[in-house]
Structures are given as structure tokens and as C-alpha cells.
């Protein structure tokens, strides 16, 4: 009866871990291939704020974004 209980508890945890790490991976795959910003909005937000950025100032801003990713 108890060993039942513990075998249970033991399949839960291990299938939470598992699960999670599987979701973990895929959101982060999904994220790299389709990325949340690219560089079309930094620069419209750059606009927005009555700046007109250069590439180079694209560029850092991209790079920053993908550190962390």
C-alpha cells in the first residue's frame, strides 16, 4: 500500500521533470527560429522616440536582445 503511494509520488515528480525540460527546450527552439523582435520593430520604436537609428545602432540593439535568449 505504501510502496503504491511512493511509486506514484516517484512517476508524478519524474513526469514534472521530464515535462519540463521538453517544454523548455521546444520555447526555446520556437524562439530562436521566430524571434519576438526583429530588426524592423527596434527600428520603428527608435522613430517613435524621434530618433533615426543607424544599422550600427540596430545592430547593438539586436545583439543585446539575443544575448538573452
Known amino acids: 500500500m505504501l510502496a503504491d503511494i511512493l511509486l506514484v509520488v516517484i512517476g508524478l515528480v519524474v513526469g514534472i521533470i521530464i515535462g519540463f525540460l521538453i517544454s523548455k527546450?521546444?520555447?526555446k527552439k520556437y524562439l530562436k527560429e521566430n524571434p519576438p523582435i526583429n530588426e524592423k520593430m527596434i527600428e520603428a520604436m527608435m522613430s517613435s522616440m524621434g530618433r533615426k537609428p543607424s544599422?550600427?545602432?540596430?545592430?547593438?540593439v539586436m545583439k543585446q536582445m539575443n544575448r538573452y535568449m
Open 25 to 27: 527546450h521546444f520555447t
Open 55 to 60: 544599422q550600427k545602432q540596430v545592430n547593438q
